[in-house]
């Protein structure tokens, strides 16, 4: 079965430029650096659950049956992509903090949230290109 994610690595580009165009603001008080901010905090929200969701779909041949992945708490889909040797442990660790940091912050949409998000974006679009293209490898084998 092929995985598509096309979609996934549209929005990691996007997430990408949404980087760049932060470096690029000097003044924070600027309107600008708060609407690339807004844009990696959104970029960095899709990637999250589309990462989620389409390893979701990877690891379902694991299983006996698509419900029973579908019952995975994100958390679990990444322990279990270690168990099956699909991401290593380090790695895995990393997008468990990706969600704490999502979670912990899911309703705090203010600066401190952003802020404490922009700090992750370079590993976090490290292993989100990283994971999908252990995805579309998947699909080779």
Not at 30 to 47: N, Q
């Amino acid at each position: 079965m092929s995985i598509d994610t096309t979609f996934l690595r549209r929005c990691i580009a996007s997430l990408e430029r949404a980087v760049e165009g932060i470096e690029t603001q000097e003044d924070r008080d600027d309107v600008m650096y708060d609407i690339y901010r807004a844009a990696c905090v959104k970029e960095f929200e899709l990637v999250l659950e589309q990462s989620g969701k389409l390893l979701r779909k990877r690891l379902a041949a694991w299983f006996a049956s698509n419900r029973q992945a579908d019952r995975l708490h994100f958390k679990d889909l990444f322990r279990h992509a270690a168990r099956h040797d699909l991401l290593d442990c380090e790695a895995v660790e990393r997008w468990l903090r990706y969600r704490d940091n999502r979670n912990e912050t899911a309703h705090d949409y203010g600066e401190d949230f952003a802020e404490a998000t922009l700090k992750l974006l370079p590993d976090f679009i490290v292993d989100a290109t990283a994971l999908a293209e252990m995805i579309d490898r998947a699909d080779d084998a």
